[in-house]
């Protein structure tokens, strides 16, 4: 594979050259945009190695006007930019411009061939495990949505390209990030769950990094932190849109060096991680209002997905029914009962605001409490608390506030009970409370 070196130091371009050659590149060097564009009209590089400034000034309005033209005759070309001056926003300049990725000078060796590696793989576009091989065993449907989806999931899972996944509470944004490890090369190492919207500010540090004996009261012994459990793995970062600013940056800090201290230690540790990180924040909107980092925006989302809600992909449920019904009789030693038409036609009929985890939640209580071999929609309908298709409300806000007011109701009030049976956290619950109103 050819890559294109674009720098005008002498000493980076003969050193990169050395780095590519040994891991089986072939790397064409230039010092200036008018050679990089030369080249280029001449043949399509693989990918380019592209330095940000070319003058006295460190602007980086080269790089940038160079990547934007390199684009225009390869639109499709992976562009990784370089920098030593630290020019975070200016890098996300970059992105936005098509880049797919930023290096500090000096830069890591392995990270710059990791990166490197993703970014041909990724524009390569056709090797990921193929249909068959592919592992989805844990993901239920087949909607043209949802299919597609999986689709990019597939193209992905080998590459060590940082994913966001995005969609509603409850529409299986873990299981997505599941089938990402499951068929990675790094599927037999670990895979770490954290759930962002659990951690505290005062706890983020300890919980993420490990700390040391004796760095706070408590702390007895040594104690890993998540991202040194998930080294050579994957972490999966869900509810970042939770993060406050603080912790953002010490967020970015790791992801973008791939190092942290563990708290009360000052020896910087390394980490081999793949990211995938889940939300259903607008984290775009957040950017535009200045409560999410740009920087760590762009840094988490170079591959971005987004499930649909259930109530965009209603042929799928009634598979999603038998598969957890199927599911619950195994756990709990019951038949499997059958369900009537006329009870998947009532299902599919409802807002769902809980998704996917709403729906099985339902299922399990129908099941469990009726206890009968066949279950009709007057089962299901007792069990959703009279949730009729026509008292169903007219926009997708009222279908939440609806379905909250009523679990809620149902639950005497209790916001942990509530929570699970829409499918949310108690965060998220009361944030929606909040938003709509409700009086508890």
């Known amino acids: ?5 674009v720098d005008d130091d002498n000493a980076v371009r003969a050193s990169l050259s050395v780095l590519l050659r040994r891991a089986g590149y072939e790397p064409c060097a230039v010092a200036s945009p008018s050679e990089a564009m030369a080249e280029v009209r001449r043949w399509r590089p693989d990918a380019v190695l592209l330095d940000m400034n070319f003058s006295l000034s460190t602007s980086g309005i080269e790089g940038i006007t160079l990547l934007k033209q390199i684009k225009v005759f390869h639109h499709d070309v992976p562009v990784i930019l370089m920098t030593a001056w630290g020019t975070i926003p200016l890098a996300v300049e970059g992105i936005k411009a098509g880049a797919v990725d930023f290096i500090s000078k000096p830069w890591d060796n392995r990270l710059l061939l990791q990166s490197l590696a993703t970014a041909v793989e990724l524009a390569d576009g056709g090797n990921g495990a193929s249909e068959g091989d592919f592992d989805r065993s844990m993901i239920i449907g087949r909607d043209p949505g949802l299919m597609e989806v999986l689709d990019t999931v597939r193209r992905v899972a080998p590459t060590m390209a940082s994913v966001l996944i995005t969609g509603e509470n ?11 490890h499951r ?11 954290v759930n962002l919207g659990g951690v505290s500010r005062s706890l983020f540090e300890s919980e993420m990094f490990g700390y040391r004996k004796g760095a706070f009261t408590g702390a007895v012994a040594d104690r890993a932190g998540r991202f040194e459990v998930a080294d050579k793995g994957t972490i999966f970062l ?26 009360g230690d000052s020896t910087p540790r390394k980490v081999d991680v793949r990211v995938v990180c889940a939300t259903n924040a607008p984290l775009a909107a957040m950017v535009a209002d200045g409560s999410f980092r740009e920087d760590l925006f762009y840094r988490i989302n170079l591959i971005t997905v987004t499930l649909p809600p259930l109530r965009e992909r209603r042929g799928d449920i009634p598979e999603l029914v038998r598969h957890f019904a199927s599911a619950i009789a195994r756990t709990n030693s ?3 009962p059958e369900v009537s038409a006329d009870a998947m036609e009532y299902l599919a009929s409802l807002p769902w605001p809980g998704n996917i985890r709403q729906l099985r939640n339902i299922v399990e209580r129908t099941m469990i409490v009726t206890g009968r071999d066949r279950l009709d929609a007057s089962d299901f309908s007792c069990q959703n608390h009279g949730d009729a298709p026509g008292d169903i409300p007219a926009t997708i806000g009222d279908m939440e506030r609806v379905a909250i007011v009523k679990a809620l109701a149902a639950h005497g009030e209790n916001i942990s009970a509530a929570a699970r049976e829409l499918g949310l956290s108690r965060q998220a619950l009361y944030r929606r409370i909040e938003k709509y109103g409700i009086r508890i």
């Open 1 to 5: 594979m050819k890559i294109l070196i």
């Open 170 to 180: 409850g529409t299986g944004k873990e299981l997505v990030a599941e089938a990402i």
């Open 183 to 193: 068929n990675s090369m790094r599927r037999d190492a670990p895979f770490v769950k």
């Open 238 to 263: 869900d509810e970042i849109g939770e993060l406050d600013m603080p912790c953002q940056v010490k967020m970015l800090r790791v992801l973008q060096e791939h190092t942290f201290e563990r708290l």
């Open 334 to 336: 019951m038949a499997v």
